[in-house]
Structures are given as structure tokens and as C-alpha cells.
């Protein structure tokens, strides 16, 4: 009997022989080349549908980098659903790993993902706001049952915050939003299919010109206005950012001025804190103030590029922008600076300034640290003015009406006028134009017409989400930056939300926690683990306050931005003021 030595090759299946993808021929150190591409292959048809998807959206050219999250809403604008095949040819259009296309896709709350190719999508999609708001004016139950009234078609889903506090409980259904909602009138809505924005009415650009709008910005393009007189009148009526911090605008338009060019300008339209609504009030009453307000501030930093980040959920909005900014353009009144509409996706994270700046590179919203600051690295890596519409949507009065105006409004020794987005127990809620300084009692009675009939005030949040919760006892405390920190609150982006003695505060509070737990963008450890704690230590009747107490002090001093650290004010305000609640 011949014996095969051991090394000999005679026995040896060769590579091409072998039916194992990989195999290794023993002593050569050479792996086969796998019969197939590594990775989910891309199918030619999926090529030519995605191709199909961006040409009629006009998404702009596949493979720019920033665009990916403008591409991804063209498909599911295009084809109601984002399908695996569809992602894998969009990743190779865009020459970009799969991966990279997937963390975007799944980061962002309005992608709706499906695990088939086969995959209908659904026939409509409702989102039922589960908002603070819209919690306590019926929104669980309402959940409820349009869910159990739904045809198996119709997605239905919670939402969170939809910027429409003063008509709760609010829904949506595809794009179209139903205020004070009833399960009958979203069903109906999805079942007929009206699920488009409703359009709105508002002064055209010839309209507004006639009123004399862009009259500044043209003095300041043909130089009867120069950089330095416009930013002393901006300093002097002491215009801050109305987004939530408060910065002061020139201080920070100077800051940007003594940056090397070139520079960007960005516009934080992304108004996601839980009770405000008021940037969605200004551009539905007045976009082109808004837009020439803008074009000032770009021109008096000299910003070849404004890129504006508008809300998903205002998509009647971008309807109005989109047309009205192509109408400036050839109007000629932007000679000076680009205007790019980006639409959000559904995170509030991204009213982060930083995190803002990341989805607008078409990335996860994770925010940045800090310094460096976006004013001296900001988009795309140069020196970036960004504000909040309100801001610039002053600027036009400042500059005709002249600083003393703006300064002039207040009360106890606070200057300006400030947007409140009033919602909840109140007779009328909306947004209300008050002096700065003026108390949450003072609001209510004078621009609300007092309490809902049959409610009297049990407590209520100066700021929104993050901004704390006050007692009734405090609603004579002057509202505005800095007022409210020995309470360890603040007014934030002045969203005052109103509650009642036939509200729970445990409930309201338990409500705030899950939106930060939602809404956490899972970067940090303390806030990605700490706000998913909170919510488990508030669930049993019993809390552990020196336990609820250390995580708080933990999240607040150890998370990179601000979510994680003004997560825990809304429970710590009730442990403070409410100790029996």
C-alpha cells in the first residue's frame, strides 16, 4: 500500500479545488480571493431606484458627503420606507461605507426602517404627540384608541413634542398636522389620504416690499449702512439669543468678525424643547422678516453661506421656505450669502448648537466638545455665527426703529421683548410678545385671559423641559435670563407651560424624565445611563432621594452637553417645592 507523504500535494485539494471560501493552501500564507464581494451586494435595479428617488427630489448630487440626510428623506419621501437594498445602493452613490449610511439612518427618529426588502410600507403613518402638553389634554388615551381603530395599514406611533402646545392634543398623519385631535379625525385622515401640509397665508415677498421689508438689508448692501454702526445698534438694544442661552448677539457677531474667512452662518430652526413653539409662530406669520433679518446678520459677519435647519415637523414650513428663498435669490437680495434649507429628522439633541453643526455634515447628531467653539470651528470646520430665528428675526425692527425701541420694553430693571410659547391650563394659549421681566402671573392674566375655566395655578415651567418647575407661590418672579437661578430654574427658550390643581406633578415630572431618556443621544455615558436610572427610581411610589439626588449631581457635572445636565431639573424642582407630591 503507497503512502502519501505528508506534505505532499498529490492529495492536497489545490484552492480552486476547495469548497471553502478562504481556505489557506497549507505553507503558501495566501488566502483565495472570496467568489463574491465582501458585504451586502448592490443590486443594479436598487442603483437606478435610489437614482429615481434624489432626481425628483432635487437632493443634490449623491456622493456629497453633507447630503446623506437630505438623501435619505428623498427616499422615504420617494417610496414610504427605507429598505435595506435601497440603503446599500445609496451607500455606494454616495461612496461611503454602509455602516456610516445605517448609524445616520437609525439615529434619527423620523427614518423609518424596514428589515425586508419585501416590506410594504405602511398606507399612512400617524404620530400621536405624547408631549407634557398633550399628556395632560388626553393624549394617552388618545393613543389608545386610535390605535384600536386603525386599519392594519395605518401605522401608528408616539410622538414626542410636535411644536403645536397651544392646539393639544396634537397628532400628525404622514405630513399634515390635526389639531385638537380625536381618533375619528385621524383615521379618517389616513384612510382618504390627506396627508399632505396644509397650506398657510402669509405676506409674499412683493407684499412685504411694498411695506417697506428689505429696505435695511439694501441699505446695507449699497453701504449706506456699514458693518460697525449695524453691530453697536445690535449691541445697544441688547439683543440676546433667544434660543436658550441667552448669549449677547454682538458679542458674538464680533467674535465671529475676527475670524480668518471664510465663514458660515447657521440658524437653529429646530425648536424641540417640550412647550415651545414660538420659531414656528414667526415664520408662519412673517418668513420674509425672518429671512431678511438673516441676511443682515450674514452680511454684517460676511458669511458667504446661511444654512438653515428646519424642524421635520414644521414640513408646511419648508414648503413656504423653499420658495420664498429661490424669490429673494432672484429678487437679487442675497448677492452676498448662499441660503441652504436643511430639513431635521427627529431629534432633539440636534437644538444642540454643536450637535445642530454635525447634522448638518450630514452625520449623527452627536454634540461636540468644547473649545474649540463653533465660532472659531464650526461648520464644516469654519467660523460659524449661528442663532435662533427669533434673534434675527428682531433685527429688522432694531435697526429701523433704532436700539432705544427694543431697550426700551421691560419691566423691573429686565430690557426687551421676548416671545413666551404659553401652553397648557390657560384660557388662551399661544405665543405672546411681553416685556422681558414680566412675571409668569402677570402672563397669564394679561395675555392669556387667566387660568382654563374651573383651574386654578399649581405650578408651572419658565423654560420649557429643561428650565426647572416652579410653584405657584414663585409666579411672581420676574422672568428672563438669570432671574430664576436661585431656584435653580430658568427661562430658558421662555416656553411657559401652565399646570393646575387637577394635574399630578409626579406625572408631569415622570413624563420630562421619559423625554430625556428618548431623546439622549447616548454619547455620554452619564446621560445615556442616567436618564434611562432616573426613569426606573421614579417608577415605585416609594423614591430614594439620596439616591435620586447623587445621580443627578453625577449627570449634571459629568455629561458633555447640555441635555444630560438639565435632565434631572425637572425632578429636582419637585423634590425641592413638592416634597408631598
Known amino acids: 500500500m503507497t503512502m502519501t507523504p505528508p506534505h505532499s500535494t498529490a492529495s492536497t485539494p489545490t484552492p480552486s479545488d476547495s469548497p471553502t471560501q478562504g481556505w489557506i493552501h497549507p505553507g503558501s500564507g495566501r488566502r483565495k480571493p472570496p467568489v463574491t464581494p465582501k458585504g451586502r451586494q448592490v443590486d443594479p435595479q436598487a442603483i437606478r431606484e435610489v437614482q429615481a428617488a434624489l432626481e425628483e427630489a432635487g437632493s443634490g448630487p449623491p456622493d456629497q458627503r453633507d447630503l446623506l440626510i437630505e438623501h435619505l428623506h428623498a427616499l422615504q419621501d420617494f417610496y414610504g420606507i427605507l429598505i435595506p437594498r435601497h440603503l446599500a445602493a445609496l451607500a455606494d452613490l454616495a461612496r461611503l461605507s454602509l455602516a456610516e449610511v445605517y448609524e445616520t439612518a437609525t439615529f434619527y427618529a423620523h427614518f423609518q426602517m424596514s428589515r425586508s426588502d419585501d416590506l410594504a410600507p405602511p398606507r399612512a403613518t400617524i404620530r400621536v404627540c405624547d408631549g407634557v402638553v398633550c399628556m395632560i389634554q388626553g393624549a394617552e388615551a388618545l393613543l389608545r384608541e386610535t390605535r384600536a381603530n386603525a386599519p392594519a395599514d395605518v401605522r401608528v406611533v408616539p410622538a414626542p413634542c410636535m411644536g403645536w402646545c397651544d392646539r393639544a392634543p396634537a397628532a400628525m398623519v404622514g405630513q399634515r398636522h390635526i389639531s385638537a385631535a380625536t381618533p375619528e379625525r385621524l383615521v379618517a385622515a389616513a384612510v382618504e389620504g390627506s396627508t399632505d401640509p396644509i397650506p398657510i397665508t402669509f405676506l409674499s415677498l412683493d407684499e412685504t416690499r411694498i411695506h417697506g421689508g428689505y429696505l435695511t438689508l439694501q441699505h446695507c448692501l449699497d453701504g449706506r449702512l456699514d458693518r ?48 415651545t413653539f414660538k420659531d414656528r409662530h414667526h415664520l408662519e406669520l412673517d418668513p420674509h422678516r425672518f429671512l431678511e433679518g438673516m441676511l443682515i446678520a450674514a452680511w454684517a459677519v460676511e ?40 430639513r431635521g429628522a427627529g431629534a432633539y439633541i440636534c437644538g444642540e448648537e454643536s450637535a445642530m453643526l454635525e447634522s448638518l455634515e450630514g452625520k449623527r447628531g452627536y454634540p461636540r466638545h468644547k473649545p474649540p467653539y463653533p465660532v472659531e470651528v464650526g461648520l464644516f470646520g469654519r467660523p460659524t455665527l449661528i442663532h435662533n430665528v427669533e434673534t434675527v428675526y428682531w433685527l429688522r425692527d432694531i435697526l429701523e426703529r433704532g436700539p432705544d425701541w427694543f431697550a426700551r420694553h421691560g419691566r423691573r430693571g429686565r430690557t426687551g421683548l421676548r416671545s413666551f410659547s404659553v401652553s397648557g391650563r390657560v384660557a388662551e394659549p399661544g405665543v405672546k410678545l411681553a416685556p422681558a421681566g414680566i412675571t409668569a402671573r402677570e402672563l397669564i392674566d394679561e395675555y392669556c385671559g387667566g387660568m382654563a375655566p374651573g383651574h386654578t395655578l399649581k405650578a408651572y415651567l419658565p423654560g420649557g423641559a429643561s428650565g426647572g418647575l416652579l410653584p405657584a407661590r414663585l409666579a411672581d418672579e420676574p422672568l428672563d435670563f438669570g432671574t430664576l437661578d436661585p431656584y435653580g430654574c430658568f427661562i430658558g427658550s421662555a416656553a411657559v407651560v401652565v399646570f393646575s390643581e387637577q394635574d399630578s406633578l409626579r406625572a408631569v415630572v415622570r413624563n420630562l424624565l421619559k423625554f430625556f431618556e428618548h431623546e439622549s443621544c447616548g454619547q455620554c455615558t452619564p446621560c445615556r445611563v442616567g436618564t434611562e436610572k432616573l426613569v426606573q427610581l421614579t417608577d415605585p411610589p416609594g423614591w430614594d432621594r439620596p439616591l435620586l439626588l447623587e445621580l443627578s449631581e453625577t449627570m449634571r457635572q459629568a455629561s458633555i452637553c447640555g441635555l444630560g445636565q438639565a435632565a434631572p431639573n425637572p425632578l429636582l424642582s419637585l423634590l425641592r417645592f413638592f416634597p408631598d407630591e
Open 228 to 275: 460697525e454702526e449695524v453691530v453697536n445698534r445690535v449691541e445697544t438694544a441688547g439683543l440676546r439669543g433667544m434660543g436658550g442661552a441667552g448669549f449677547k448677539s454682538g458679542l458674538k457677531w464680533r467674535l465671529v468678525r475676527k475670524q480668518p474667512a471664510p465663514r458660515l452662518m447657521a440658524i437653529n430652526a429646530d425648536e424641540g424643547e417640550p412647550g
Open 303 to 342: 458669511a458667504e453661506a446661511c444654512y438653515i435647519y428646519l424642524r421635520d415637523e414644521y414640513p408646511h414650513l419648508r414648503k413656504v421656505l423653499l420658495r420664498e428663498i429661490e424669490r429673494v435669490a432672484r429678487a437679487g437680495l442675497s448677492p452676498h450669502c448662499r441660503i441652504v434649507l436643511r
